[in-house]
């Protein structure tokens, strides 16, 4: 005898719904099951680092990491001593995250080293010991060009860094152009004229006017993170501003009277709100914003 709960072809019958469960109610209830299977937990599981960069600028010190996924995490700021802790879940220790400790270089105004480690399962632990109190910003970006996924960790000291002294006084013109990955390109080989030294506030009030600095701050148009337009061979406009930039710069400093001051000097990314401090705190009387569009017709002309 057959059993039951097969029909006579031998197919077994199907399942009961429950009671007062439509079949519309019941594919519903499943479908939202599945989804619960692939929820972003099990996605950050599968991510993992492409690259980690610390760059160390006049006003703050950005560490970035890229993966190929969306970046699941969480920070707190810990005292005495000053520490940055940030929890990165689905990422496993290995040995992309394990070079952060040897990018810091020796001068970083802010970070003092970088450790990683194992938290828990599934959660790798990064501590950013910090020489002196910091106010972090941090946020992700989504993929463009060339860069995967990226978490950006700002470092601001408590006390800002007077970026115009740093431009000053700084002793290693190479380190300022170097890019966030800690290599120099071979364009920054070339001299840079030293900014002179800034007229008082006072002094510049009671100056004649034939004598007076004309300050004109250059701002190389993105940068890092942010590579700008394309071109169709790969060239990246942040590339392309930052060298005209410089050669603005050596002419305008080659003029009487007047001197630049360049947002940037390297591959790097500077807020834009970070760029407007930098030409208010220096009293610029010009800011010059560059540059470069991408473009498909060879023929074009102008600037």
């Not at 632990?125 to 910091?134: D, F, Q, S």
């Not at 506030?201 to 890092?224: K, L, S, Y």
Request: charged share 25%.
């Amino acid at each position: 005898m057959r059993d039951r709960d097969e029909d006579q072809s031998g197919a077994q019958a199907p399942t009961p719904l429950p009671a007062g469960l439509s079949r519309r109610e019941f594919l519903r209830f499943t479908g939202a099951a599945v989804t619960l299977l692939v929820s972003p937990v099990g996605q950050a599981a599968a991510s993992s680092l492409i690259a980690v960069r610390v760059w160390p600028g006049t006003e703050y010190t950005r560490i970035t990491l890229e993966g190929s996924a969306e970046f699941a995490f969480s920070h707190l700021v810990v005292k005495d001593p000053e520490r940055l802790v940030l929890d990165l879940e689905g990422i496993e220790l290995d040995s992309v995250l394990q070079s952060l400790s040897s990018r810091v270089l020796e001068s970083d105004p802010v970070i003092k080293l970088i450790r990683a480690g194992r938290n828990r399962p599934g959660v790798t632990r990064v501590v950013v010991e910090l020489k002196g109190e910091i106010s972090p910003q941090i946020f992700t970006l989504k993929p463009i060009a060339s860069y995967g996924h990226r978490l950006v960790v700002d470092l601001y000291p408590s006390e800002p860094i007077d970026p115009l002294l740093a431009l000053i006084r700084k002793s290693s013109p190479m380190e300022a152009a170097a890019g966030d990955d800690g290599t120099v390109p071979a364009e920054a080989v070339a001299d840079h004229p030293t900014p002179p030294e800034p007229p008082s506030q006072t002094a510049a009030r009671n100056a004649p006017e034939a004598n007076r600095i004309f300050t004109v701050v250059i701002d190389a148009g993105h940068g890092g993170e942010d590579p700008g337009a394309i071109g169709r061979r790969g060239t990246h406009e942040k590339n392309v501003t930052l060298s005209i930039a410089r050669r603005l710069k050596a002419k305008i400093d080659a003029e009487p009277n007047m001197r630049a001051v360049m947002t940037r000097n390297g591959d790097y990314f500077v807020p834009l709100q970070r760029r407007v401090a930098l030409a208010r705190r220096v009293q610029a009387d010009l800011f010059v914003s560059i540059h470069a569009d991408a473009f498909v017709r060879p023929e074009a002309r102008g600037s």
